[in-house]
Structures are given as structure tokens and as C-alpha cells.
């Protein structure tokens, strides 16, 4: 009795060869096209503002003058933004994960708040422009300063960051915290002592790409009417204050080419930054996963 029918067999195999190859071109194609765009990108912004890197770049304030341009004012005011927005979205958002996995009950009004924290994840940006510019720009009073953008830009990411954490915390195996409830600990002994510690690596992960994509947002600065240019440094969180993005979005819309080469030069400023920061996140991560 012929159990099984080489011929028939070899068809087949031959048949999912090929679409194996095919698919694998497929997914090459598209790794290629998006590391062949990125690195045009890369080509051109170094190419266009590498020159204007100097010291005086980044201790002159901007100017009509092209040559003369920095990004005092505005690499100032990004590293105050970020001292409000850390604190702020990392103590709520963590706040808030540890709250909905370890206190929430297990019901579906607490299920139906973790799919819209999530889906708030996704709001365009300039959404929770508008939601600054309502809460905290008039009815707190607070106009365009750094903690009100810093608020605003706490909400954009604090979705990011709760699902982070929550994704964190979720991931510490249960038997830890058993072991710990054995020991006679209480929950927020635990907590403190098990599973932050052992969630920490996740939870910066995400804070610090959540920070990254805040550091370099443009859409809600606009929308709560932050300046583009300042002749001045901030020396207060109540002070008015530029970006070096919305100084890098005044320069691209200007219509000398000059402005644009400048532009690049804060381009490749900000990227360093958000390198710098990822780089960060990464290290962590590979630091600390093995521990648990």
C-alpha cells in the first residue's frame, strides 16, 4: 500500500518554494525601500547643514541673517519643556498603569478604560493641541509658557507611557508576587519591592520613547500659539518660550535657501538628541531584561 504520493509531493513543495521566494523578495523590497529613503534623508539634511554646525550655532540666538542664526533660545527652551514634561507624564502614567493592574478590579468598566487609553494612543497630535489650548492656555490661565506646553505635551504622551507600563508590569511573573504575599508583605510592599523592580526596564523603555517623540512634536506648540523665535532665554516655568522645532518650522518655511540649509543644521541637532535619548532606553532595556 503507497502511503504517500512522492510526485504529488514534490508539486507541492515546489509550489511553496516558490512562494517562499517570492515572499521573501517581497519583504527584502520594502526593508530596502525604507532604508534607501532614510538614508537619502540622512544624505541630504548632513549634506545641506553640516557647515553651520559651529559653537556659535548653538549660543546665538536667531536672526534675519541666515549666517548668523543659532538655536540658543530654542535648545534652552526644549530642555525646560522636557523638565516639566518627564516628571509630569512619568509619575501620572506610571501612576495610572500601576493602579489599573494591580488595584483596578478585573471588571468591564476598568477593561473598557485600558481599550481607550489605548486608542488615545493613536489622537493626531494636534488634538491634544486643542485640548491644551482649552484647559490650561485659557481656562487655567496659564498662556504660553513652559508648563502649559509642558502639560499639553504631559497628555500627548501619557497614553504611551500607561500602556508601556502596563505592558511592564503585566509581564512580572505572578509567582513573584506571591512569593512576596507569602513573606507577609502588603500590596504596596510588594509592589514597591517586586515589581517595580522588576517592570523598571520596560517602564523606562517606554518613557524614554515616549519623551523622544515629545521632544520633537511641532503640532501642539503650534496650535497653543508658542513663538518661533525669541530673543531671549526662558529663566522660569512661566516663561515664554521657543522649541527647537518650532524654530526648525520657522526656518523651513522661509523663502531664502539659506534658512533651509540652517534648518538642516537643527535637524541634525535634534536627531542627535532623540539618538542620544534612544540610545538610552536601549541600554536600559538590555541592562535590566535579564535580571527577572
Known amino acids: 500500500?503507497?502511503?504517500?504520493?512522492?510526485?504529488?509531493?514534490?508539486?507541492?513543495?515546489?509550489?511553496?518554494?516558490?512562494?517562499?521566494?517570492?515572499?521573501?523578495?517581497?519583504?527584502?523590497?520594502?526593508?530596502?525601500?525604507?532604508?534607501?529613503?532614510?538614508?537619502?534623508?540622512?544624505?541630504?539634511?548632513?549634506?545641506?547643514g553640516s557647515e553651520y554646525l559651529s559653537f556659535d550655532f548653538f549660543t546665538s540666538f536667531a536672526s534675519r541673517i541666515p549666517e548668523n542664526s543659532g538655536i540658543?533660545?530654542?535648545?534652552?527652551?526644549?530642555?525646560?519643556?522636557?523638565?516639566?514634561?518627564?516628571?509630569?507624564?512619568?509619575?501620572?502614567?506610571?501612576?495610572?498603569?500601576?493602579?489599573?493592574?494591580?488595584y483596578a478590579k478585573k471588571n468591564k468598566f476598568t477593561n473598557f478604560i485600558k481599550v481607550n487609553i489605548s486608542n488615545l494612543a493613536g489622537v493626531p497630535s494636534v488634538v491634544f493641541g486643542l485640548l491644551g489650548l482649552t484647559i490650561f492656555v485659557r481656562f487655567f490661565d496659564l498662556?504660553?509658557?513652559?508648563?502649559?506646553?509642558?502639560?499639553?505635551?504631559?497628555?500627548?504622551?501619557?497614553?504611551?507611557?500607561?500602556?508601556?507600563?502596563?505592558?511592564?508590569?503585566?509581564?512580572?511573573?505572578?509567582?513573584?508576587?506571591?512569593?512576596?504575599?507569602?513573606?507577609?508583605?502588603?500590596r504596596w510592599q510588594t509592589i514597591l519591592r517586586v515589581v517595580l523592580p522588576a517592570s523598571?526596564?520596560?517602564?523606562?523603555?517606554?518613557?524614554?520613547?515616549?519623551?523622544?517623540?515629545?521632544?520633537?512634536?511641532?503640532?501642539?506648540?503650534?496650535?497653543?500659539?508658542?513663538?518661533?523665535?525669541?530673543m531671549f532665554t526662558p529663566d522660569s516655568i512661566m516663561s515664554t518660550f521657543t522649541a527647537l522645532p518650532m524654530q526648525i518650522f520657522d526656518w523651513t518655511k522661509r523663502p531664502q535657501v539659506t534658512f533651509h540649509d540652517v534648518a538642516a543644521a537643527g535637524i541634525i541637532v535634534l536627531m542627535g538628541l532623540l539618538i542620544i535619548m534612544n540610545s538610552i532606553a536601549v541600554f536600559i532595556r538590555n541592562k535590566y531584561q535579564k535580571r527577572y
Open 1 to 48: 500500500m503507497k502511503y504517500v504520493n512522492h510526485e504529488e509531493v514534490a508539486a507541492k513543495t515546489k509550489t511553496r518554494l516558490t512562494k517562499n521566494t517570492i515572499l521573501k523578495g517581497v519583504f527584502a523590497a520594502a526593508t530596502s525601500f525604507g532604508l534607501i529613503v532614510l538614508a537619502i534623508l540622512l544624505y541630504r539634511i548632513v549634506t545641506q
Open 72 to 102: 540658543k533660545a530654542a535648545i534652552q527652551g526644549s530642555i525646560y519643556l522636557m523638565l516639566v514634561v518627564a516628571p509630569v507624564s512619568m509619575f501620572l502614567g506610571v501612576g495610572t498603569a500601576i493602579y489599573l493592574e494591580e
Open 143 to 186: 498662556g504660553i509658557s513652559i508648563l502649559a506646553a509642558g502639560l499639553t505635551m504631559s497628555l500627548l504622551i501619557l497614553p504611551i507611557i500607561i500602556v508601556a507600563s502596563q505592558e511592564a508590569i503585566r509581564a512580572v511573573p505572578n509567582e513573584l508576587r506571591e512569593a512576596s504575599f507569602a513573606m507577609g508583605a502588603t
Open 200 to 230: 523598571i526596564p520596560g517602564i523606562l523603555t517606554g518613557s524614554i520613547l515616549a519623551l523622544s517623540r515629545a521632544i520633537g512634536e511641532t503640532a501642539p506648540l503650534v496650535v497653543i500659539g508658542i513663538p518661533t523665535i525669541l
